[in-house]
């Protein structure tokens, strides 16, 4: 029995097991799990554009606003649209007030001189981060594209000295706007430029140049929204959410190891069965701690899904080889290797019919979460990864141990 076991942790898939559950278990412990808005609580905002927007239109809206949420650090953001005046952003452990400047307004950007335009969002071509002084000076640098460069260079030619007052939705900016220096005054094209202001403290300036940053750096929204709704899920409720998707876990657990045991009547088989099925959530939870996968409701029910197809072909490996072995000694070892075989191959192509099943509803799911990732997209793409872990890591590792100690 000894030098089966060592012949067992010594094959290449079981090491591949062990290898992918170490890492799972550093990644979980270490990086932790991102939890969506379902478990960690936040917010859904509810927007209404000025007007009906064809669909390319609505695409940039969304984009724009999930650019802006980003890079302004809200984490765990689904912006999406719905019909052609609706859009839909939900965040994680935020509040609506606290994104609501930003997304609440088109963000229109312009420089203006003597009360006349000579710079608009569109004329930027990249942006630098924030520099904030100790003084709560700050500046956004920034280039201009080559068009831009022209038309800045026509209209503040001869006008050094001038203030130049930034605006955003038609609010200026700073009480006391920089003034245009002799170089960009010359008349000649210049494609590095920035923006000025300050501020009463560290963190006041901090948070002007971030949203100055922010609407140069995704651009501005083609139409006006205004918010017409919101609503909360507090974390108590998450909380509670996230307690009744652990308690179904541990009783879906339960539910298998009954099966198993009613149906094999064999600790042996059902105990491995439940091993790899544990083995097989650890990973899935491992991997979507790697890429900050945010585990929701729908992720919660497509891991719930890929598990269940697990047990299945589980039991498919364990009936091929205890209904078809031979009861020939000498000839049990390869007629168990060909009725694992027989198996697997039954799996493979179970698992390729149910990916390509899933995958029109990931598609469907990203395309109308826009740059987020809508509810069926979590649902299909959990079920996706699982689905791959088992056919590649767990289940090969099982038929391993069923090859050795069950024939």
């Known amino acids: 029995m000894a030098s089966k076991i060592s012949e067992f942790f010594r094959d290449r898939r079981v090491i591949l097991l062990v290898i992918f559950l170490l890492i799972s278990v550093v990644s979980i412990s270490t990086l932790g799990i991102e939890q969506g808005l379902d478990l960690k609580g936040g917010s859904s905002i509810q927007l209404q554009l000025e007007e009906p927007v064809n669909e390319s239109t609505m695409d940039v809206v969304t984009s724009v606003?999930?650019?802006?949420?980003?890079?302004?650090?809200?984490?765990?953001?689904?912006v999406r649209s719905s019909g052609d005046q609706m859009v839909i952003v939900e965040m994680a452990g935020k509040s609506p007030e606290e994104v609501e400047r930003l997304i609440g307004n088109p963000g229109i950007f312009e420089a203006k001189i003597d009360n006349k335009t000579v710079l608009t969002g569109s004329d930027v071509a990249s942006v630098e981060s924030p520099v904030v002084g100790e003084s709560g000076q700050w500046q956004v640098p920034f280039k201009l594209t080559t068009d831009g460069a022209k038309k800045f260079a026509e209209l503040a030619k001869g006008k050094g000295g001038h203030e130049v007052v930034f605006y955003l939705d038609g609010k200026q900016i700073d009480n006391h706007p920089p003034q245009l220096s002799d170089e960009l005054a010359s008349g000649e094209p210049v494609t590095d430029v920035e923006v000025t202001g300050g501020a009463e403290d560290v963190g006041k300036a901090q948070e002007e140049s971030n949203t100055i940053f922010t609407v140069l750096k995704t651009g501005s929204l083609p139409v006006k929204i205004h918010t017409v709704g919101s609503n909360t899920v507090s974390p108590e409720l998450g909380q509670q959410f996230a307690q009744g998707a652990l308690i179904a876990g541990f009783l879906a657990i339960l539910g298998i190891a009954a099966v198993v045991f009613i149906r094999y009547r064999k600790a042996i088989l059902a105990v491995p069965i439940l091993i790899?099925?544990?083995?097989?959530?650890?990973?899935?939870?491992?991997?979507?701690?790697?890429?900050?996968?945010?585990?929701?409701l729908a992720a919660i029910a497509g891991l719930i899904a890929s598990v269940g197809t697990g047990v299945d072909d589980q039991i498919i490996i364990t009936?091929?080889?205890?209904?078809?072995?031979?009861?020939?000694?000498?000839?049990?070892?390869?007629?168990?290797?060909?009725?694992?075989?027989?198996a697997l191959f039954i799996i493979f192509a179970s698992a390729g019919t149910l990916i390509a099943a899933m995958l029109p509803?990931?598609?469907?799911?990203?395309?109308?979460?826009?740059?987020?990732?809508?509810?069926i997209a979590g649902f299909a793409f959990t079920t996706i990864i699982g689905v791959l872990i088992g056919v590649f890591i767990t289940r090969p590792a099982y038929a391993k141990f069923i090859e050795m100690f069950v024939s």
């Open 319 to 342: 009936d091929e080889v205890l209904h078809h072995d031979s009861d020939e000694t000498r000839h049990r070892r390869t007629r168990t290797q060909m009725n694992v075989k027989n």
């Open 65 to 78: 606003l999930d650019k802006r949420l980003n890079i302004y650090g809200v984490s765990d953001v689904k």
């Open 361 to 375: 509803l990931a598609y469907v799911g990203f395309q109308r979460g826009s740059s987020g990732i809508g509810t």
């Open 276 to 296: 790899t099925t544990l083995s097989e959530v650890i990973i899935i939870l491992g991997i979507a701690s790697i890429i900050h996968w945010n585990i929701d």
